[in-house]
């Protein structure tokens, strides 16, 4: 993995530097540990180049920015398709050039993330033709929607003769392989659900039966699946729930399969981070190898979530510990600092935060997190609870955001721009994006 650490050559056409000058760093000693305490400073570098064109709707372009679309609380919205579809003029105006969608299909736990029918896509955010027009709409407004797939696991639908659940139906009409499966497709590590597939390529999911991705006929499903999603819902692109729970290498086939593979896929490859007792330790290498070892896992056909800079970050910013946002080799700590073109970088999502909050974002530091992901490398992905609050009280954040989303396409700011980090430490953070 040497040739992840090697510089990048930028092509950005201008820059943000966070400060600049004595004055601007005695300032910025002042107020970063405040609540909600974020400022850029603005410097054009002196040459010219031609700035990329900017992609397709739903292709993995480096100028892209993502909302995610919905929050823990969002199937009691119903239905919730809708909600988003009026929002629509508000995220293109915002300038969103991809959108995260709930998993679609119908599910034991209303949040989606326990599916049974995969073909069955009415479920506790809307129905089938609802999602069809969202997605309809989304593209034409030059948005490209993700669907959050759910395929670690799947929940089956009727009890074997010993009371475990194992049986799997497939009562929607569909083209494709049938998704009637039965203890084959489940991994035998699964004991209490009598799987009789392969041993498990993954880590262990404990709340429903590990699908046996192994299996090329299950694998072949899957795909046909994929596909209906893209060419009769309208979905340009995947999320991978959950992607550490089976083997990377079949994301290849998953998206090549259903013809993704020249748009935005990004897996959820939550890794743990190296903790010293309950302090974060120093050096996070481990975690972001292996999530550099997933992306080449899947022959790079997906991007992955930056959990490692989300971690470092709001240590930093919690306990005025800036000088945990440079690594040894004075790199970004994070996965933006050996791989920022496959970095997807966020604050929050419906796990980390919302009303689960099992590892949430200092909500006084909110400005202070999106102004180092929308002025830093990575194609940041923006959380919808703080795009679109619940409170009047919110609104500043949402205008902080909308001002740095701004300013990265004013400035050019991509997932492939270079980053020099001048200062780390203690209260203070110096860097130029360019």
Not at 114 to 131: D, I, K, V, W
Request: hydrophobic share 35%; proline share 6%; net charge negative.
């Amino acid at each position: 993995m040497n040739s992840l650490s090697r510089p990048h050559v930028s092509k950005g056409v201008a820059g943000v530097q966070c400060v600049a000058g004595r004055h601007a760093v005695m300032a910025r000693r002042m107020t970063l540990c405040r609540p909600q305490a974020a400022a850029v400073e603005l410097v054009t570098p002196d040459r010219t180049v031609d700035e990329p064109d900017s992609p397709t709707p739903g292709h993995l372009g480096t100028d892209g920015i993502m909302l995610q679309g919905f929050h823990w609380e969002s199937h009691k919205t119903h239905p919730w398709y809708n909600t988003i579809k009026g929002k629509i003029p508000d995220i293109q105006g915002a300038g969103f050039t991809h959108i995260w969608l709930p998993p679609p299909s119908r599910s034991v736990s209303p949040e989606g993330y326990m599916p049974g029918q995969l073909y069955n896509l009415t479920s506790a955010y809307g129905n089938e033709q609802q999602l069809v027009e969202l997605n309809e709409a989304l593209k034409a407004a030059g948005i490209a929607p993700l669907a959050d797939i759910v395929i670690n696991h799947r929940c089956a639908d009727s009890q074997d003769e010993q009371g475990r659940w194992n049986n799997y139906h497939d009562d929607v009409d569909h083209d494709g392989h049938p998704i009637d499966w039965g203890q084959w497709a489940i991994t035998c590590d699964d004991k209490e659900f009598g799987g009789q597939g392969n041993k498990d390529t993954g880590e262990d999911f404990w709340g429903a039966p590990d699908l046996d991705h192994t299996n090329s006929h299950l694998r072949e499903a899957l795909v046909h699946w994929l596909q209906h999603l893209r060419d009769n819902v309208g979905f340009t692109g995947w999320r991978f729930d959950f992607a550490k729970g089976y083997g990377a290498k079949y994301i290849q086939q998953y998206v090549e399969g259903s013809g993704t593979q020249d748009d935005l896929n990004v897996g959820e490859m939550w890794t743990d981070l190296h903790w010293d007792d309950t302090t974060l330790g120093p050096n996070q290498d481990d975690a972001r190898q292996r999530i550099c070892d997933w992306i080449d896992g899947t022959k790079r056909r997906s991007t992955a979530f930056d959990f490692v800079t989300k971690g470092v970050l709001q240590e930093a910013v919690k306990n005025c510990e800036y000088w945990r946002l440079a690594d040894s080799q004075n790199k970004a700590p994070g996965l933006i600092g050996w791989w920022p073109q496959r970095a997807v970088t966020f604050v929050d999502n419906h796990d980390t935060g919302s009303s689960q909050r099992h590892w949430p974002f200092p909500e006084d530091r909110l400005a202070v997190g999106y102004a180092y992901i929308l002025t830093h490398p990575g194609l940041p992905c923006v959380f919808w609870e703080h795009y679109f609050p619940s409170s009047e009280q919110g609104q500043e954040l949402r205008q902080t955001i909308d001002a740095l989303m701004q300013l990265r396409r004013k400035h050019g700011i991509t997932s492939s721009s270079s980053l020099t980090i001048t200062a780390a430490e203690g209260d203070l953070y110096m860097a130029t994006v360019a």
